[in-house]
């Protein structure tokens, strides 16, 4: 499968422990997306990459979330300290161009108790 | 700010009925607008797209869409739906200065047999 894939799919934390998500976009595609949706709301932006350079981050990020994306190939979302109000669906994203369509991953399903 | 709105929250059809999703955004300058599907577990996936030129576009399993500009809409429709259409339908909308996808908060269509 060429598509988008995420790391893990699943991922349950206690309250206040950190984890780190993988993303791998589809090759050559410079553009890479992280979103966060949660139950009857659509995919809520968090940032952004062009290559290897986050172009924009979310104003509602708060300081615990951090994302990277070396060599401008796989990128890694990480929340520290989490919170039962980051359980949601992360999604990630890859397009190869500006205005292009998105391609999303399966999503990784964060609870947190 | 960027917005998409999508009026309908929630649809029940019967088989063979005929389906109109709303979608209106608020933007300025061009846009290019998307349908994406979530059927039930799977990622979300692209129906149809618009960047320009003719404003009624076709997509996949029979899905049409018209791009309104001077209402700001790109409404969904399809002439007779299908059991297996049943899943969650956003639209999204990218452009206006910004290189992030926005979407609405989804429609989750019921097809019943």
């Known amino acids: 499968d060429t598509g988008v894939s995420q790391d893990p799919r699943h991922k349950i934390t206690k309250r206040g422990q950190n984890v780190t998500f993988r993303c791998d976009p589809i090759?050559?595609?410079?553009?890479l997306y992280w979103y966060r949706q949660t139950l009857g709301q659509g995919p809520e932006f968090l940032t952004y990459f062009q290559n290897e350079a986050q172009l924009e981050k979310s104003r509602l990020l708060s300081d615990r979330f951090s994302a990277e994306r070396p060599k401008g190939s796989f990128s890694t979302l990480e929340i520290q300290r989490t919170e039962q109000g980051d359980s949601a669906m992360y999604l990630c994203?890859?397009?190869?161009?500006?205005?292009?369509?998105?391609?999303f991953g399966q999503g990784t399903r964060l609870t947190v108790v | 700010a960027q917005s998409v709105s999508q009026h309908n929250h929630h649809v029940i059809l019967s088989e063979a009925a005929s389906l109109e999703l709303g979608c209106n955004y608020s933007y300025g300058g061009t846009v290019n607008l998307f349908w994406y599907v979530q059927y039930p577990g799977q990622h979300l996936q692209l129906l149809l797209k618009y960047f320009s030129g003719d404003p009624l576009v076709k997509g996949i399993k029979g899905f049409e869409a018209e791009f309104i500009k001077s209402k700001f809409s790109f409404n969904l429709r399809k002439p007779s739906v299908q059991w297996s259409d049943t899943a969650e339908y956003f639209c999204?909308?990218?452009?206006?200065?910004?290189?992030?996808?926005?979407f609405g908060t989804g429609t989750r269509l019921k097809v019943l047999a």
């Open positions: 999204a909308v990218i452009g206006g200065g910004t290189y992030k996808y926005i």
């Open positions: 090759s050559e595609h410079n553009r």
């Open positions: 994203a890859s397009s190869p161009g500006t205005g292009a369509e998105a391609f």
